[in-house]
């Protein structure tokens, strides 16, 4: 793991900071953010460069490094840091690279790191949700004990991939992918929101914590390949029949606006997610994503936390319904630049990198 001190040191020799991210998942947001923020940009990629960002010109990263695998990336670390750069993970930057060569990346990160022990491993993400006194679908132990409609997911972000719904042990054991860990949730019927927050430790106005603020951005819906929601629980044994086999995959996102009165209760959930995280690791820093079900008597149950930037952001990258409510036109990637700015500014860089 990289220290603060690592940090400090690092920052000594930088001039203007460089805003780096893999050219994957929301990195035509926070490239276009960050260049709205004023900073000079770099993609990281696979192979070679992207020819679909030359679609994209505000979104187009001012400099590439192409390397030849995600591990490279931790080799290249000195040569970043001579370019003045700062990383922003996202989900597959930290997926594909591994949460573990990701918390030993010796290169300015925005976020804590100390989040992703707590994230990637769905026992520890459970601890900390329901420390917070927040309230999330029922665990099942072991398979054999499966009573119920449960959702069977496993652990680290893989956009939906491997999920899948099982209502008893013999559904278990037909879609297990065996080595692989795994956790057994309650399937709850509702409504799917991901609600898209925004945790600042140096911004003093708005929606106080005990330390810094909370934001809200905006709220998405998931596209899931080949299942739809009123398909979820009743045709899977016939499509199995016929030799199609639901998935959770994620293929694209829809806005979403929650009733207003419903609000207060999502800021109720954030607040006690990040104080919760203050006490347990520091704080998470920057962009998170609850991932909530809401039942027909309006209570919401997480059943996950992504701690950074998630893709169903992506719709706003002119702003939301939310965010425009605060600053029109702020994205997420922008949200993210402009805390980066703001640290600089009033030399509290190490209060937001890792």
């Known amino acids: 793991m990289v220290s603060k001190g690592d940090i400090r040191k690092f920052l000594e020799d930088y001039g203007d900071p460089v805003v780096a991210t893999v050219c994957s998942h929301?990195?035509?947001?926070?490239?276009?953010?960050?260049?709205?923020?004023?900073?000079?940009?770099?993609?990281i990629a696979i192979g070679?460069?992207?020819?679909?960002?030359?679609?994209f010109p505000l979104a187009k990263p001012d400099d590439f490094l192409i390397v030849k695998?995600?591990?490279?990336?931790?080799?290249?670390?000195e040569e970043l840091r001579g370019k003045s750069v700062v990383a922003v993970p996202h989900g597959s930057f930290v997926e594909y690279m591994g949460a573990?060569?990701?918390?030993?990346?010796?290169?300015?990160?925005?976020?804590?790191?100390?989040?992703?022990?707590?994230?990637?491993?769905?026992e520890m993400q459970r601890k900390w949700l329901t420390s917070a006194g927040v309230d999330m679908p029922a665990k099942i132990d072991k398979p054999e004990k499966i009573d119920r409609p449960v959702l069977v997911k496993y652990h680290g972000a893989k956009g939906g991939r491997g999920s899948f719904i099982a209502k008893n042990y013999e559904d278990f054991r037909h879609g297990i992918k065996v080595g692989q860990p795994y956790t057994i949730q309650e399937y709850i019927i509702g409504t799917r929101?991901?609600?898209?927050?925004?945790?600042?430790?140096?911004?003093?106005?708005?929606?106080?914590?005990?330390?810094?603020?909370?934001?809200?951005?905006?709220?998405?819906?998931?596209?899931?390949?080949?299942?739809?929601?009123?398909?979820?629980?009743?045709?899977?044994?016939?499509?199995?029949?016929?030799?199609?086999?639901?998935?959770?995959?994620?293929t694209g996102n829809m806005p979403v606006v929650l009733?207003?009165?419903?609000?207060?209760?999502?800021?109720?959930?954030?607040?006690?997610?990040?104080?919760?995280?203050?006490?347990?690791?520091?704080?998470?820093?920057?962009?998170?994503?609850?991932?909530?079900?809401?039942?027909?008597k309006l209570e919401f149950k997480v059943f996950e936390i992504s701690t950074r930037i998630v893709a169903g952001t992506n719709?706003?990258?002119?702003?939301?319904?939310?965010?425009?409510?605060?600053?029109?036109?702020?994205?997420?990637?922008?949200?993210?630049a402009r805390e980066i700015k703001l640290a600089r500014k009033a030399g509290r860089l190490t209060d937001i990198l890792s």
Not at 218 to 231: A, F, L, Q, T, V
């Open 100 to 122: 573990q060569n990701f918390a030993k990346l010796e290169l300015p990160t925005f976020g804590n790191r100390d989040v992703l022990a707590w994230e990637s491993d769905r």
């Open 69 to 77: 695998s995600y591990g490279e990336i931790l080799d290249r670390a």
């Open 48 to 55: 070679k460069q992207p020819k679909f960002y030359d679609a």
């Open 315 to 336: 719709l706003f990258i002119s702003g939301s319904p939310y965010s425009d409510l605060v600053e029109p036109g702020m994205s997420t990637g922008r949200r993210i």
């Open 26 to 43: 929301s990195s035509l947001q926070i490239f276009h953010g960050a260049r709205q923020e004023g900073f000079r940009t770099l993609g």
């Open 193 to 250: 929101y991901y609600m898209h927050f925004f945790y600042s430790p140096i911004v003093e106005k708005g929606y106080r914590l005990s330390k810094g603020t909370l934001e809200f951005l905006g709220i998405d819906r998931r596209d899931e390949s080949n299942i739809d929601e009123m398909y979820k629980l009743g045709a899977q044994e016939g499509l199995r029949d016929m030799g199609f086999y639901p998935s959770f995959v994620v």
């Open 259 to 296: 009733r207003e009165s419903l609000l207060p209760r999502a800021f109720e959930l954030g607040d006690k997610v990040v104080e919760r995280s203050l006490e347990l690791f520091g704080g998470m820093i920057g962009p998170f994503c609850l991932e909530s079900i809401v039942n027909d």
